[in-house]
């Protein structure tokens, strides 16, 4: 009883510490492609800034409209953080801790719950700008979760199974990655727009909408939409890792490229600039599409072949 409450804590303590050393490594890599330095003023060479900000963060003073919903405007952020801590409950712990066989069931239903998040979170401020970001964010991300769902689908069909740690198996000798490599592009670029990052922001568009759907909040309530966005980012990389790259989950070299594939996000951030919306929508529904629905169905042709060879 003990064991998977102590694992599941240690679990979420050490995301958030990933979390806080993430926004370092964003803040860092962002200063050396512009050309300058990052945080390098707080204790050695700046690795306590992010326990710095999130102190200045929590106790700055808690402000909220007037004529906000309160109750919903308050705890919509707590219930984002608690969605994207939850949702690492699948991480394939090969103690069988809490890798049940329907993880990657679970997943879709956590993300699916996401959307309402950044949705109240917009309309319950009462703000025109937050209003419109958060339609974004869920038109954006409706639009993701579809070849994000058929693309998992398509690896449901391939080893049979719900559960993550079947990934492990069938990718003892080449990783999925070299198989299916456009599947592993595609689902890159839908973990960019899922986790509402450049170029596919249109939910925090600074430039258009002041800053989205999170223009009203302030101290601890935008720092938890903050820890929840970066929570997500780490868990997409872990899951990238998972299924396209070899689920050694107890080797370093796991670790390894899960920083990678966080190092990627920045790395875009850093470089492409914000999509037109039609083009999102058009990349979403007449590119993605198509692609994963043409993997699954060459997948679930394959299986049928293999199970009638071995009849």
């Given at each position: 009883m003990f064991l998977p409450l102590?694992?599941?804590l240690l679990l979420i303590i050490c995301v958030l510490v990933g979390v806080a050393f993430l926004t370092l490594l964003e803040r860092k890599v962002l200063g050396y492609i512009q050309i300058r330095k990052g945080p390098n003023k707080v204790g050695f060479v700046g690795i306590p800034q992010p326990f710095s900000d999130a102190i200045k963060l929590f106790s700055k003073e808690q402000t909220y409209p007037s004529m906000s919903n309160?109750?919903?405007y308050y705890f919509s952020p707590v219930f984002s953080l608690y969605l994207s801590l939850l949702v690492w409950m699948i991480y394939p712990f090969i103690t069988f801790m809490f890798s049940f066989?329907?993880?990657?069931?679970?997943f879709l239903c956590c993300t699916s719950m996401g959307v309402y998040t950044v949705m109240i979170a917009g309309w319950s401020s009462n703000s025109n700008y937050a209003l419109l970001g958060g339609l974004r964010a869920v038109a954006q991300t409706i639009s993701y979760e579809v070849s994000l769902a058929l693309i998992l689908f398509s690896f449901i069909f391939l080893i049979d199974s719900y559960s993550l740690l079947m990934f492990s198996s069938y990718q003892l000798y080449i990783w999925f990655f070299f198989i299916t490599f456009p599947l592993a592009f595609s689902w890159f670029a839908s973990c960019l727009a899922e986790t509402n990052r450049t170029p596919f922001d249109f939910a925090e568009g600074e430039s258009e909408l002041v800053s989205g759907f999170n223009v009203e909040y302030s101290s601890g309530g935008f720092a938890l939409i903050f820890l929840a966005e970066y929570a997500s980012i780490l868990f997409m990389s872990m899951l990238f890792c998972v299924i396209f790259l070899g689920c050694d989950v107890i080797s370093f070299f796991f670790f390894i490229k899960i920083v990678f594939l966080s190092f990627m996000f920045i790395w875009v951030r850093?470089?492409?600039?914000?999509?037109?919306?039609?083009k999102l929508m058009y990349l979403a529904w007449k590119s993605f599409l198509p692609l994963s629905l043409n993997y699954l169905f060459f997948f679930v042709g394959l299986?049928?072949?293999l199970f009638s060879l071995l009849i």
């Open positions: 102590i694992g599941g309160y109750f919903l066989n329907f993880g990657l069931l679970f850093g470089t492409l600039p914000r999509f037109r919306y039609d299986k049928i072949f």
